[in-house]
């Protein structure tokens, strides 16, 4: 009986001692600029496949490698992982789930493209979102489909049907607080690539891709060529290719890096959390009475985690916070004209271009438009 109680204690206390150290080991990495890079498909999924038998899982793969390879070359303090670093299958989820376990600072996923029309040609890159074309979306809906080979992906994306169009609205809601990063990275990324490999530039698209929205960071899918065009497959599966394709990527995540250094906080100061307001249904009446006026403020980004005061995301900006719904949401500003709030989101909308007014009621957020009906009615 003693026995068996001092080995529970021992138990303990050797949890809590590995526990702690390992605390300790994250909160030192914590510090160094991790880069994700996911080689898409992989082992029994062999993504698409050329006329000329290549396989995009190959390509990807190789890549992906040099990619990481000039990024350890040039920037030694930067910690690069491989979401694959062999021919092997990994789930969409596990993607995801290695980008946000390691808190990584960017997430780039990379694929090769395919398309019914043999003529279709190009390099694009992705950001997350409802789908600029039918194009983009037809490219998120066949990268998607890979779930299909998953036990259960019924239950781990949340009924999640790749084929199904009304799977897609999740998209159109969504609003991550990295995304202007994201499109910031996809930009540098396209142009570079584009430069590099003189292939046909597609541009910039957003699209809904799941992998994107499984993860917690600046993210961007890479579609480096079509490997269903003839020409372009022979392109794509040439060592001279690849390396061409790999230098673009790797120069556009470089110019995004070389922004971010220039523009980073010095965390020379304790980081502060700004503190939210819960969403509830109790009135706050110290805040504000219920016949008050609604109050307008600007809402610049949300995050699903809470942010440090001077987190680089803020721009400088001082902010204010709610939650709801399990989500912090940011703003600006605040007051019962929603004239002046006009003028402060056209303000804000150079450093946060989704920048948009929100309005409250005894602490409460309120339908934008009911409010603004409010405030006219009260100022005619
Ligand atoms: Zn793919």
């Known amino acids: ?30 510090r160094q600029f991790t880069i994700v890079i996911d080689p898409g498909h992989g082992g029994k999924d062999p993504g698409a496949i050329g006329r000329g ?3 995009e899982k190959t390509i990807n793969l190789n890549v992906s490698k040099s990619v990481g390879q000039l990024i350890k070359e040039r920037y030694p303090e930067v910690k690069v992982i491989y979401t694959r670093s062999t021919d092997k299958y990994i789930s969409l989820i596990d993607r995801a789930n290695i980008a946000n376990k390691a808190k990584a ?38 990268e998607n489909e890979v779930i299909l ?6 239950q781990v994306y949340g009924g999640f049907d790749p084929n199904s169009n009304d799977s897609y609205i999740i998209f159109d809601i969504i609003r991550t607080h990295d995304m202007e990063s994201s499109i910031s990275l996809a930009d540098k990324i396209q142009t570079r690539m584009t430069r590099r490999s003189k292939l046909h530039n597609r541009g910039v698209s957003s699209a809904g891709f799941l992998v994107l929205h499984q993860t917690a960071m600046p993210s961007v899918l890479v579609e ?74 600007v809402q610049i980004l949300t995050s699903s985690k809470k942010l440090k005061s001077n987190d680089k995301r803020f721009k400088g900006v001082k902010a204010d916070c709610y939650k709801e719904g399990g989500t912090y949401k940011y703003t600006c500003g605040a007051s019962t004209d929603y004239n002046a709030m006009v003028r402060k989101r056209k303000e804000l909308s150079k450093k946060f271009k989704e920048a948009f007014i929100v309005a409250f009621k005894n602490g409460r957020r309120i339908d934008i438009n009911k409010a603004k009906a409010e405030f006219e009615k009260k100022n005619k």
């Open 224 to 297: 480096l060529g079509f490997i269903s065009n003839p020409t372009e497959e022979k392109f794509l599966a040439s060592k001279s290719g690849q390396t061409a394709l790999a230098k673009g990527v790797f120069e556009g995540i470089s110019a995004y890096y070389e922004n971010y250094k220039k523009s980073s906080i010095p965390t020379n100061t304790a980081p502060v959390t700004v503190e939210c307001d819960e969403d509830t249904e109790q009135p706050k009446a110290d805040k504000q009475k219920s016949n008050d006026a609604p109050i307008f403020k």
């Open 1 to 30: 009986m003693t026995i068996k109680f001092l080995q529970i204690i021992l138990c303990i206390a050797v949890t809590l001692f590995t526990a702690l150290t390992r605390c300790e080991a994250q909160n030192n990495a914590g």
């Open 53 to 55: 038998k290549t396989k």
């Open 105 to 142: 600072d960017l997430f780039v996923s990379i694929h090769t493209n395919a398309a019914k029309n043999r003529k279709a040609r190009g390099c694009e890159t992705f950001t997350l979102g409802s789908g600029s074309s039918a194009e983009a979306k037809a490219a998120a809906k066949y």
């Open 149 to 154: 080979q998953e036990e259960n992906f019924e």
